[in-house]
């Protein structure tokens, strides 16, 4: 159910790819008290992006899941701006996220929805 989408302009090789999909979903999982089993990591590492009119390093980040409570985003942000920051040497200050919290009759998994 849950899906973090990162998107950063810091490039990444493989190995750093993966160990960050891998540190992101765990910690997703962690974050929200879901199985890891139904968690999505995507990254678009690289991407020519743009924050306060500079290149600097920066990542948008977007985590969608069923029952994101409103309350928890406080938390749910420093968790991931640390995450992040630790990561790919990102100042915490120029991470956006965006939390959406999906109705179950919006979310499709194995030819039904929650």
Same mark, same amino acid.
């Given at each position: 159910?849950?899906?973090?989408?990162?998107?950063?302009?810091?490039? @990444?090789? %493989? $190995?750093?790819?993966?160990?960050? @999909?891998?540190?992101?979903?765990?910690?997703? $999982?962690?974050?929200?008290?879901?199985?890891?089993?139904?968690?999505?990591?995507?990254?678009? /590492? #690289?991407?020519?992006?743009?924050?306060? #009119?500079?290149?600097?390093?920066?990542?948008?980040?977007?985590?969608?899941?069923?029952?994101?409570?409103? %309350? $928890?985003?406080?938390?749910?942000?420093?968790?991931?701006?640390?995450?992040?920051?630790?990561?790919?040497?990102? /100042?915490?200050?120029?991470?956006?996220?965006?939390?959406?919290? $999906? #109705?179950?009759?919006?979310?499709?998994?194995?030819?039904?929805?929650?």
């Amino acid at each position: 159910m849950p899906l973090l989408k990162i998107h950063t302009n810091q490039p @990444l090789d %493989d $190995a750093a790819q993966t160990a960050l @999909l891998q540190k992101a979903s765990a910690k997703v $999982a962690e974050l929200l008290g879901k199985p890891e089993r139904y968690v999505m990591i995507t990254l678009d /590492a #690289g991407q020519a992006m743009l924050f306060a #009119g500079n290149n600097a390093p920066l990542a948008y980040l977007e985590l969608k899941s069923i029952g994101l409570p409103d %309350d $928890a985003t406080a938390s749910l942000s420093a968790a991931l701006c640390q995450l992040i920051s630790e990561e790919l040497a990102i /100042a915490q200050d120029r991470i956006y996220i965006e939390f959406t919290n $999906a #109705g179950r009759h919006l979310w499709g998994w194995d030819g039904h929805t929650f």
